[in-house]
């Protein structure tokens, strides 16, 4: 990223002689700038890179606490903003104030706070690229990863967002975080080879960082939310993950409630983490230990882990869709969901029955699960009976009625608890079902339901500076699709819709004609 009269050339030693030779990347109090008129634009362009005043960066934590908490279930709340408050904050962590800024900057009611939205975002990237194999300080880095992530898939910076999920992954296993339950794993050249399992086994952190209980809790959290969020990327895309289970050993942190009453200072836990295991049919059993407190957290860790599978099944480059043996893996997926729903408790189930601190997740967790259930059921048709094929589409139809009813529940409440990109893929893909089995069977009844995902995207629009836009576009260009195009993408399945490039030509015009610029490519 380039700023025109500004060198950020780090290597750089001695004062500047002028501005040409000005030195670092702004953070507060950073760099000054000679006072003579002919600075004015550079000084003011520097100003735009800096964090805001600090009654704006409080009034933005604020907001970011009341309206984007339960999609970065990362922090301790009390602890965090003590910190901001005391000004701590902004010396130990700029990059992630400054990603906390780039997302809640669309909520803030200051036209001028909105428009800065964008050069925060860009001073974090910019930041964050920056960062190298080993990085300081280690937990708020990795706790502004999502963020990052999540703000550029937003605005259509999706190379961005998929390159940060797989660099921030490898930053924590240099650290050894990828392993930090695991009791009899040792880092080559981290920790001492006569390293007992009553050891620290936090590996190559300062000594100031992942001591305390909450500091560990907050670190399970933002790696168990880089997990799923790389397997959000996934999914549609049809990429492999980045984070394979096999070398993940981060136990599963406990309810939310349960964290937020901690002391900062606390270092032994009262609580028990439910251990991460790779067996599913045991990790679906521990289900039954997140209702008491209701730990909406586990169930979505656990939906992410299934769809991960679910996802290596189906882009698989060893798998033949229509093969037995694909529809036996299928068969058995599909098993181990229906075991996992049904061990759900009702608050966990109904989002206009759970606690409002919990509706959120709940339309997260449901979704999800309907899009695995998506995925799995609308299957190539090529060589399987025409029986077998109606019936597996037919439940994926069920699996995007679902989806919309949950929308329907969720509108009920708040908007905003769809206004989520976690989820706006799914969204996408349930509404594109239902277009083809409208368009193929005539069942008006679906066509509300369609009519309710265009809405969706609408609001998103209103929120997001590119997704709702891209969504909202592709499913205009699905309902005027030819019928014989949509029965082809009926028998295609899922990875014959995802290989079908031909709605994004249109998002393109569609954006183009909106004046935005992005590559979608």
Not at 59 to 64: A, R
Not at 141 to 166: K, M
Not at 369 to 377: Q, S, V
Not at 426 to 442: E, P
């Amino acid at each position: 990223m380039q700023f025109p009269g500004l060198n950020f050339d780090l290597t750089c030693s001695g004062a500047p002689a002028n501005i040409d030779t000005l030195i670092g990347y702004p953070t507060p109090g950073s760099a000054t700038l000679q006072q003579d008129d002919s600075v004015d634009f550079e000084a003011s362009l520097l100003e735009n890179f800096q964090l805001p005043h600090k009654q704006v960066l409080i009034q933005l934590v604020d907001l970011f606490f009341e309206h984007l908490c339960h999609m970065f279930p990362c922090f301790h709340k009390k602890s965090f903003i003590a910190k901001v408050r005391s000004g701590d904050m902004e010396i130990e962590a700029p990059l992630l104030l400054y990603a906390i800024c780039a997302v809640t900057a669309r909520y803030h009611p200051d036209d001028s706070v909105k428009r800065r939205g964008k050069d925060w975002y860009e001073q974090a990237r910019f930041s964050y690229e920056l960062t190298r194999r080993i990085h300081h300080p280690a937990l708020r880095t990795l706790q502004a990863v999502p963020l990052l992530v999540f703000h550029a898939y937003t605005i259509g910076d999706f190379s961005a967002s998929w390159l940060f999920l797989g660099k921030a992954w490898r930053q924590a296993v240099v650290l050894g975080m990828n392993r930090m339950d695991a009791s009899h794993a040792v880092a080559m050249g981290l920790t001492r080879l006569d390293a007992t399992a009553g050891d620290d086994r936090i590996y190559c952190l300062e000594k100031s960082e992942g001591k305390t209980l909450v500091e560990r809790e907050e670190y399970r959290r933002a790696l168990w939310l880089l997990f799923m969020m790389d397997r959000m990327h996934a999914w549609p895309t049809g990429w492999p993950a980045a984070i394979t289970e096999t070398q993940f050993k981060v136990d599963i942190p406990i309810a939310d409630t349960l964290l937020q009453a901690l002391d900062p200072e606390l270092e032994e836990s009262p609580y028990a983490n439910i251990l991460f295991t790779r067996n599913l049919s045991r990790l679906i059993a521990s289900s039954s230990s997140a209702n008491h407190p209701l730990n909406l957290f586990h169930y979505i860790a656990i939906a992410h882990i299934l769809l991960g599978r679910v996802a290596e099944l189906i882009h698989s480059l060893h798998n033949v869709p229509d093969t037995l043996e694909y529809a036996d893996d299928c068969a058995e997926l599909d098993a181990h969901i229906v075991r996992f729903r049904l061990s759900l408790p009702r608050q966990a189930t109904y989002v206009l029955e759970a606690p409002p601190a919990d509706r959120g997740h709940v339309v997260w967790l449901h979704i999800t699960l309907n899009t695995m259930a998506i995925l799995l059921h609308y299957r190539c048709s090529k060589n399987v009976p025409v029986s077998n094929t109606a019936s597996q589409f037919t439940l994926a139809v069920i699996a995007a009625r679902n989806t919309a009813q949950i929308v329907k529940d969720a509108s009920r409440i708040s908007t905003e608890l769809l206004l989520s990109a976690h989820i706006g893929s799914s969204l996408y893909v349930a509404a594109c079902v239902l277009v083809i089995q409208w368009r193929l069977t005539g069942d008006e009844s679906l066509k509300e339901d369609i009519e309710l995902f265009g809405l969706v995207f609408e609001r998103m629009d209103e929120v997001f500076s590119f997704l709702g836009l891209k969504f909202k576009f592709a499913l205009e260009h699905d309902l005027k699709r030819s019928e014989g195009d949509l029965m082809s993408l009926r028998e295609r399945g899922f990875r014959g819709l995802l290989a079908d490039c031909s709605k994004w030509e249109h998002v393109k015009e569609g954006v183009k004609r909106r004046g935005i610029d992005i590559d979608i490519s």
